[in-house]
């Protein structure tokens, strides 16, 4: 276990605006920061950070919490792992009681395979550097293929050993389970229940995560056995789907967001290449399709990509495919081809950075307009042909969901293709109205030459109170006012010095709260107020009870800001915000809490009356019944409302 100490240390170090900008582009809104939630699919942002307050709150799907939280749920981190997380960022020592034998066999199976394929990466790194075949072979062939040590110790590349069981050997004499290490693809079982090595003699590519834990490996063999596959890579499992992953994204991060750019790449040695000759800002598809999943990851950091392709004709064309996608993600992509059969990792291990930097910057093209050259190229004169690149250039503009974008490109690409604008809108419609017919469509489009457009479908913020009685919303209310307020002075009190939360609390005393979450932190207020304190903020959103933390998130976060547009001083706008009139605030909750309940027991007498025959009982019924109508008259006219008779 870690230390409260130093528990309490790391949540004062991490802000989390740098938490969560490690993993989403965040833009600044009034007082809070936005960007598209990495919980759920989104193309108008609703994920809000609020740095005074330390939480982030997703008013689309309703994820909320702190720093650790956030970890947690985007990495799939245990508590101590998160806290490990953030206790490495802010460089903070993190000192742990030795765990109990029980704790060490509690681990799930992720955390096991996370294990497993770390060491494996500590493996693979010694042997390259340390062991005299990893020298011999690995490295040189690293470094003949012109990288520097900087290079390959950052990507931390290895080398496994050509012996049959050298992985395995070591793995199980540092106690490392079978199961795991068949799990994670590091050893194949044979149908004799033998095993060996996966990645036996091959220089080696670990794929980290965007917390830089290893999640899998992609192994280069080094012979020239065309019965060999030249890449063997991990297999599917609980911590590594390479639909989802993108090699080389750790460390392009914060280069993608400084550039607001995304250079995508095929291979590994094409990530490395361009790493040394500068260019950071790149990711790599590791050779496979690209997928929903990987766009999506990028378009946490950009809305930028460019495509470095090597020149073959026939994975040019197999890309133009699966680039559609990025344009029906939203994404502005732009390509860009390497002459003479040269891909980055060649063309930069030829003429240098310098020139590399320069040919990327001179020769990018819009991924339409590079499409459209291509496609005309191969159909020469050919009428049939130009015809079907049309309808394919006209397919790929329909996936923009930018409709000032798709009218530029309409427009520019009229003159590429030589055919009249109005008949390019008319077939841009066709696909359009194709497209709303589909029953999984993800919006309904909207013919080009009309200015408004529906956008995408999204979550609805409101619906997260669906289900919530007008009971539990009233003392939710005077939760909030607790959570914001309750330190803040009751300032139109004689003595203003008085805090907000023990006055709201001592007119509550004949009031009793329903639901668990809101009684559970008006209990932690008396606890505190006991004391003569009053509990941070932190003591709600850290709570190990997620029903009081989410309450916490949700009551403490804001949905509106005051758009900066609205300035007093032009236009001579002023609008109040609710901390300037606490004392209608407080005394408003309160009143309206007590005449709710007041209410439940004019409506349960009023029930019971309906089944009641002993004349006694009635008459003791309606005398209750009639004071409590005079105290929901009194308690009305307090909140200047008029009770209907």
Not at 64 to 85: C, I, N, Q, T, W
Not at 287 to 292: A, E
Request: aromatic share 8%; glycine share 6%; charged share 30%.
């Amino acid at each position: 276990m870690i230390k409260q100490e130093v528990v309490d240390k790391i949540l004062d170090a991490a802000r989390i605006e740098e938490v969560v900008g490690d993993f989403v582009d965040l833009k600044k809104r009034g007082i809070s920061l936005i960007g598209l939630c990495p919980f759920h699919n989104e193309k108008t942002p609703s994920f809000n950070v609020s740095v005074n307050k330390g939480i982030y709150k997703c008013f689309g799907c309703g994820a909320g919490g702190d720093s650790v939280r956030f970890v947690m749920e985007h990495e799939k981190y245990s508590y101590p792992e998160a806290l490990k997380y953030l206790a490495q960022k802010y460089h903070i020592e993190v000192e742990e009681t030795e765990r109990t034998p029980e704790q060490v066999a509690a681990q799930d199976k992720r955390e096991s395979l996370f294990i497993v394929t770390n060491w494996a990466g500590k493996f693979f790194r010694e042997t390259l550097w340390e062991n005299e075949e990893g020298r011999t072979i690995g490295l040189n062939y690293f470094k003949e293929r012109g990288y520097r040590e900087d290079i390959i110790r950052k990507f931390e590349l290895g080398y496994s050993p050509e012996a049959w069981t050298a992985l395995y050997d070591r793995a199980k004499a540092e106690g490392h389970k079978d199961e795991f290490l068949e799990t994670a693809g590091l050893i194949i079982r044979k149908d004799d229940g033998s095993v060996y090595d996966r990645f036996r003699g091959r220089v080696m590519f670990p794929i980290h995560n965007l917390t830089g834990r290893i999640l899998g490996f992609g192994g280069r063999t080094l012979k020239t056995d065309k019965k060999s596959p030249k890449y063997v890579n991990s297999p599917e499992s609980e911590v590594y789907h390479k639909s989802d992953v993108l090699y080389g994204l750790y460390f392009a991060k914060k280069p993608i967001l400084d550039a607001d750019n995304c250079y995508l790449v095929e291979g590994y040695a094409d990530v490395l290449s361009m790493h040394q000759a500068g260019v950071e800002n790149v990711v790599a598809s590791s050779g496979t399709s690209l997928t929903i999943g990987q766009i999506r990851l990028i378009s946490r950091y950009t809305k930028h990509v460019t495509i470095l392709y090597d020149g073959d004709e026939a994975g040019i064309k197999a890309s133009l495919r699966g680039t559609d996608m990025l344009l029906e993600e939203g994404l502005d992509v732009k390509v860009l081809l390497f002459p003479d059969g040269n891909d980055p990792d060649s063309y930069v291990q030829r003429y240098g950075s310098a020139a590399f930097k320069q040919y990327i910057a001179e020769h990018q093209q819009d991924f339409i307009f590079y499409k459209t050259h291509v496609l005309l190229r191969d159909a020469g004169n050919d009428p049939i042909k130009r015809a079907e690149v049309i309808h394919e250039v006209v397919a790929s503009i329909a996936l923009i969901p930018d409709a000032i974008k798709a009218s530029i490109f309409v427009r520019e690409c009229s003159s590429l293709l030589e055919i009249e604008e109005r008949l390019l809108i008319s077939e841009l419609n066709k696909i359009r109205i194709g497209q709303a017919k589909k029953p999984d469509r993800k919006q309904d489009p909207v013919p080009l030459q009309h200015k408004e457009h529906t956008p995408a479908a999204k979550s609805d913020p409101d619906k997260a109170e669906e289900g919530i009685s007008p009971d539990a919303l009233q003392e939710r209310e005077i939760v909030r006012i607790l959570l914001n307020y309750g330190n803040h002075s009751a300032t139109w009190e004689s003595n203003g010095d008085i805090p907000i939360a023990p006055l709201l609390l001592s007119g509550l005393t004949d009031i009793s709260f329903d639901d668990p979450a809101c009684l559970s932190v008006i209990n932690i207020y008396k606890e505190y107020i006991a004391r003569h304190e009053l509990p941070e903020e932190r003591v709600f959103i850290t709570h190990p009870d997620r029903h009081i933390a989410d309450l916490a998130i949700d009551l403490l976060a804001i949905k509106y800001s005051i758009s900066p547009n609205w300035n007093d001083e032009k236009r001579k706008i002023y609008v109040s915000h609710e901390s300037e009139r606490l004392e209608d605030l407080v005394y408003g909750a309160i009143y309206r809490l007590k005449k709710r309940k007041v209410e439940q027991q004019i409506f349960r007498i009023r029930e019971e009356l309906k089944a009641e025959t002993d004349e006694t009982n009635m008459e003791v019924m309606l005398a209750n019944y009639q004071k409590l109508k005079d105290v929901s008259k009194l308690i009305a006219d307090k909140l200047g409302t008029i009770v209907i008779k």
